[in-house]
C-alpha cells in the first residue's frame, strides 16, 4: 500500500551533535527515495536522494541509509547546526497506471537544534 | 528562491466565495503539481500536469479546479470550499514525471476558510 511513516514525531538535539531521522516503507517496489527538508513559512526543499541499487549515498553532511530488507530508510546529518531545525520529511516514488511516478510523502520529523 | 513562486501567500476566504491560487515556474520545467499540507498529515498530491495535460487527479472534489494554461503557470480555482479545507497549498514542478525527478516547491499559499 501506499504508506510511508516516520518513528519519531520530534527530535531534539544539541549543536554540534549528530542527527538520526528515521523513516519506514511500506512499498517494496519503490525504486527512488528523496528527503525533504521545510522551513517554517517555506515549502519543501530537496536535500539528498538515493535510488533502490544503493544502500548508502552522502552529501555534504547529510548521509542517507536505505535498508531494503527491513523497509527501513533514514537521513544522518553530522555536526547538527541551529540552521538544520526544521521538518524532515522522507518520501517514496511510486509508479502509476498513467506511467507518472508518485511521490509519497510521510507526515515528517521536526528536528530541534539547541545551541 | 527555489524559481517557483506562488501567490497569494495568505487567503482568508467565506465558504461562498471564489478565489484563486496562482504559481508561476522559472525553471523551464514541463511538469506542475498541486499539494495539500495539514496539520500533522502528510503531503497529499491533488493534481499533477505534464506539458499542460492533466495525468493525475487525486481524488480531489470538484470544488477544486486546476488550470495550466502553459508550462509555466498552474492556477487552482476555489469555489464554496469548506473550513476543513483550510491548509497550505504548496505548489511544484519538476523536469518530468518519471523516476528519479526532483520537485522544486513554492513557498504556498496558507489558506483559511471562514
Known amino acids: ?115 | 528562491e527555489t524559481g517557483v513562486t506562488q501567490t497569494p501567500r495568505h487567503l482568508v476566504m467565506g465558504m461562498t466565495n471564489k478565489k484563486s491560487l496562482k504559481c508561476e515556474q522559472h525553471l523551464g520545467h514541463n511538469a506542475m503539481y498541486w499539494y495539500k499540507q495539514s496539520a500533522k498529515k502528510p503531503l497529499e498530491l491533488m493534481f499533477v500536469y505534464s506539458l499542460e495535460e492533466r495525468v493525475e487527479n487525486n481524488s480531489v472534489p470538484s470544488r477544486f479546479s486546476p488550470e495550466c494554461p502553459n508550462s509555466s503557470h498552474l492556477f487552482l480555482h476555489l469555489h464554496t470550499l469548506q473550513p476543513e479545507d483550510s491548509a497550505l497549498y504548496l505548489c511544484a514542478s519538476s523536469l518530468g514525471t518519471g523516476l528519479n525527478e526532483k520537485l522544486f516547491f513554492g513557498s504556498g499559499t496558507q489558506l483559511s476558510v471562514l
Open chain 1, 1 to 115: 500500500g501506499e504508506s510511508v511513516g516516520l518513528h519519531l514525531p520530534t527530535l531534539s538535539v544539541q549543536e554540534g551533535d549528530n542527527s538520526i531521522i528515521n523513516c519506514a516503507y511500506s512499498n517494496s517496489a519503490s525504486d527512488y527515495f528523496i528527503w525533504y527538508k521545510q522551513e517554517s513559512g517555506k515549502g519543501p526543499q530537496f536535500i539528498i536522494d538515493i535510488r533502490s541499487n544503493m544502500d548508502k549515498r552522502q552529501g555534504q553532511r547529510v548521509t542517507v541509509l536505505l535498508n531494503k530488507t527491513v523497509k527501513h530508510l533514514s537521513l544522518q546529518i553530522a555536526a547538527t547546526q541551529p540552521g538544520d531545525s526544521a521538518v524532515y520529511f522522507c518520501a517514496e516514488t511510486l509508479p502509476t497506471d498513467t506511467g507518472f511516478q508518485k511521490l509519497v510523502f510521510g507526515t515528517g520529523t521536526r528536528l530541534l537544534v539547541s545551541p
